[in-house]
């Protein structure tokens, strides 16, 4: 019988003999690792350190992190070779050792490293290196925005800086207490520039913040930070105007020439500042109204000057005295039997009950009132201004001399009246 040949040809193959050595050396290399030394070691590089785990252990006690602690670290790796192989940084956590933090300052920390993973308890890790971490006590503080004007910002003539403002006006510095405390202020340095000469109109400057210390030195923060690192400044530029004092006159009667009085304000102007649009539409500023009917012979007045919105004095005057020139002048006291009931509603009809008002004063010139007849004196009851309802009532009344355009009457007067719808008995 004829012996068949082995054909050994493919042996002599470079490919096969090579996936034949990488099968063999994996065959060996499995039965080592679990069979004959199943215990590896290894080092894995690169691991970042986690500083957020346990971090309830130093917050607990008010601390926070201040310096910028990133670190990557070198882990060794211990356990079978089937759980070691293919561990990488993402499997494995490291993060400092906070417990023998006590309080603010600089600590050296040991760092505790954990498996993540099925593996976890089958392999051990560990590492020699250490991190450097600074704790301080976190404050927050705020702020108030000062701003500085460089020399060379300047103002046109017949305008005036009216103010400065920042939004935001208020800047919160967060960071260690220690340094949190050293801040003395923040400024908005508005810088000198073309655009802010000779100014005449408002305008808005963007600038950087600038923290100084309780000297007012500037100072760099190491570990705090604002939470608005810049701002709008707001240069608010207003117009001067000097502008006559007018005194508006009240309860005087109808026919009374008020040019007939001879008065002076104790200021006759005033320079004041606003808006451009709203001082060029002004002519003249008013004071508080002057009742004529508080009169008295040889009395000073302070009224109130009454500034429109948006406008200043630049007087810093807010008051003004009223005088008056009473030379021949006099007071005379009268009975007024003369009593008016005008402007009655349709369906009201209104009597008056008091045949006189007794002691009525009047102010004028003294040949004037010595000359004038109680029965040239009226006293008028205008039911227009008034609410009126059934029944007896003292109603306003105004004393009026329409012989006269020259006196007046001082005091309030008041006629009692019988009030009644039409066509009812009184």
């Known amino acids: 019988m004829k012996r068949r040949k082995i054909d050994r040809s493919f042996l002599n193959n470079r490919g096969v003999n090579i996936l034949l050595s990488l099968v063999i050396a994996l065959l060996i290399w499995t039965i ?6 199943p215990n590896q070691d290894t080092k894995l590089k690169g691991v970042p350190v986690n500083f957020e785990q346990d971090s309830q252990m130093y917050t607990s006690l008010g601390l926070d992190i201040i310096n910028d602690p990133m ?4 882990v060794d790796l211990a356990g079978n070779g089937t759980d070691v192989y293919g561990l990488t940084a993402e499997n494995v956590l490291v993060y400092p050792d906070y417990s023998i933090v006590k309080g603010p300052g600089t600590w050296e920390l040991n760092l505790l490293v954990r498996v993540l993973g099925n593996s976890a308890s089958r392999v051990s890790a560990s590492t020699t290196d250490t991190v450097t971490v600074v704790f301080d006590t976190i404050e927050s503080k705020e702020f108030t925005v000062q701003v500085e004007m460089d020399s060379q910002i300047t103002i046109a003539d017949g305008y005036v800086l009216h103010s400065t403002t920042t939004a935001p006006s208020i800047v ?3 960071g260690p207490e220690s340094e949190v405390e050293k801040i003395g202020s923040i400024v908005a340095k508005v810088p000198g520039s073309t655009d802010l000469e000779n100014l005449s109109t408002s305008k808005i400057a963007t600038v950087t913040l600038e923290v100084r210390d309780v000297n007012n030195q500037p100072m760099d923060l190491e570990f705090s930070s604002l939470d608005n690192s810049i701002v709008d400044v707001n240069l608010t530029v207003y117009q001067n105007a000097e502008l006559p004092l007018s005194v508006n006159f009240i309860n005087y009667p ?3 020439d008020l040019n007939s009085l001879n008065y002076t304000l104790s200021q006759e102007t005033m320079v004041v500042s606003g808006r451009s649009s709203v001082i060029q539409n002004l002519t003249e500023i008013t004071v508080s109204d002057f009742d004529l009917s508080s009169f008295q012979l040889d009395k000073v007045y302070q009224l109130q000057v009454n500034l429109p919105k948006g406008v200043e004095s630049r007087d810093n005057i807010s008051t003004v005295n009223l005088t008056f020139n009473t030379q021949g002048y006099a ?3 009268i009975n007024v039997s003369q009593i008016r009931v005008i402007n009655q509603p349709a369906n009201m009809s209104i009597t008056a009950l008091d045949s006189r008002i007794s002691s009525v004063t009047l102010v004028g010139p003294e040949e004037e009132l010595e000359a004038l ?3 040239s004196v009226v006293a008028v009851v205008d039911a227009a201004d008034i609410q009126i309802a059934e029944g ?8 009026q001399i329409p012989a006269s355009t020259t006196i007046f009457a001082t005091g309030s007067y008041s ?8 066509g009812a008995q009184g």
């Open 331 to 333: 007071t005379k006291t």
């Open 71 to 74: 670190a990557q670290v070198t």
């Open 32 to 37: 080592v690792t679990v069979f004959i030394d």
């Open 415 to 422: 006629v009692e009246c019988q009030v009644s719808a039409s």
């Open 172 to 174: 919160t510095v967060r």
């Open 254 to 256: 109808p026919n009374f």
């Open 373 to 375: 007849s109680p029965n």
């Open 392 to 399: 007896r009532e003292k109603l306003a009344a105004s004393i």
